[in-house]
């Protein structure tokens, strides 16, 4: 039987009328390095916040520009392959439309990477019950053989390897909107591709 591969995923993004950008980045670990990754996310809050309480987590947006250096430097390090999907126009009120369109091309991505569970940092019931009707409909396009793939949710704080998932998006998203560092120190590990979102 094929091992069953699972990718971590969590999103980035400026709704804005004229230069809104929705990015959800996805995290291929092998399974055999994911408590190491964790445990360098783990370090990382530590290094950035020595006085996080507990259930804390890494998040891109709450970082300065030196922190933000040395986690997408240290994700980098981490390696593996992150699979983002970069999806535009995102107007304002309209992020759950482009994140609709970005979930679909990811898991068509996903999928052909051999990913058959997509873990995300979980939301609102509504909003929950919401990706996994977009995953559906992304199987249904896949054709019957995709019937495995499926997302689950857990919760963003008790899960670090989301964190990377946070970094690499933050990441690609300030790229897009001309600020190019943080995207220059991944390195190679990341994979974008552009969504229509149609918004």
Same mark, same amino acid.
Request: proline share 5%; net charge negative.
């Given at each position: ?10 999103? %980035? ?14 995290? +291929?670990? &092998?399974?055999? %390095? ?15 916040? &020595? ?9 891109? @947006?709450?970082? &300065? ?10 994700? @980098? ?8 999907? *970069?999806?535009? #126009? ?24 051999? !990913? ?9 019931? $509504? +909003? ?15 054709? +019957? ?6 997302? $689950?949710? *857990?919760?963003?704080?008790?899960? #670090? ?10 990441? *690609? ?22 969504? !229509?979102?149609?918004?």
């Amino acid at each position: 039987m094929a091992e069953l591969r699972v990718a971590y995923a969590d999103e %980035s993004f400026l709704a804005h009328d004229g230069t809104g950008v929705y990015v959800l980045a996805a995290a +291929l670990l &092998p399974e055999a %390095s994911w408590e190491d990754a964790r445990d360098v996310m783990r370090d990382l809050l530590r290094a950035q916040r &020595p006085k996080a309480p507990p259930g804390a987590k890494l998040h891109w @947006a709450k970082m &300065p520009a030196r922190a933000r250096i040395t986690a997408t430097k240290t994700v @980098a390090d981490v390696g593996g392959l992150h699979v983002v999907a *970069v999806g535009a #126009p995102c107007p304002s009120k309209r992020q759950e439309r482009a994140r609709a369109a970005c979930l679909k091309e990811l898991v068509r991505e996903l999928y052909d990477f051999g !990913v058959r569970v997509l873990r995300m940092e979980a939301r609102e019931k $509504e +909003l929950n019950d919401r990706d996994r009707a977009v995953v559906n409909q992304a199987r249904q396009m896949l054709g +019957l053989d995709a019937e495995g793939f499926r997302v $689950e949710h *857990v919760p963003g704080p008790v899960e #670090p390897l989301l964190w990377l998932c946070d970094i690499v998006a933050g990441a *690609v998203r300030l790229h897009r909107l001309g600020e190019s560092m943080y995207r220059e120190a991944l390195g190679d590990v990341v994979l974008d591709f552009d969504v !229509v979102t149609d918004c």
